[in-house]
């Protein structure tokens, strides 16, 4: 499943211009250049969407998404904490409110 998951990651990104791979045992990461807020919701939409279609009964998938602003007051080492962190309670988010869902982080650092 973990391979078909990155299939999907990749077949739903555009190939050269973002970044998926997988950040640890069951989680994956996307980093999607040049995009907005809504676009990434879109392209995460579509990779749950395959998700499903791919048919894992009894598995769910959980995405979130996090804007990666650079706050000038902090080192980029904090930045990337900052990013993880954020990415990581929208992550939660979705799988206390229901999993097989999209959340995007709306508070920041």
């Known amino acids: 499943m973990l391979?078909?998951?990155g299939m999907i990651l990749?077949?739903?990104?555009?190939h050269n211009v973002d970044f998926t791979f997988r950040y640890g045992g069951?989680?994956?990461a996307a980093i999607l250049t040049q995009t907005s807020?809504?676009?990434?919701?879109r392209i995460m939409e579509r990779v749950l969407h395959s998700f499903q279609q791919a048919?894992?009964?009894g598995t769910t998938?959980?995405?979130g998404l996090a804007c990666c602003r650079r706050d000038e007051k902090l080192t980029w080492p904090e930045n990337a904490a900052c990013m993880i962190d954020r990415v990581d309670k929208a992550l939660y988010r979705a799988?206390?409110?229901g999993k097989n869902r999209v959340m995007l982080d709306v508070e920041g650092c």
């Open 3 to 5: 391979n078909a998951v």
């Open 26 to 28: 069951d989680e994956f």
């Open 37 to 41: 807020e809504e676009q990434a919701v």
């Open 61 to 63: 998938l959980s995405i």
């Open 55 to 57: 048919g894992f009964s």
């Open 95 to 97: 799988k206390s409110e």
């Open 10 to 14: 990749n077949d739903c990104t555009r």
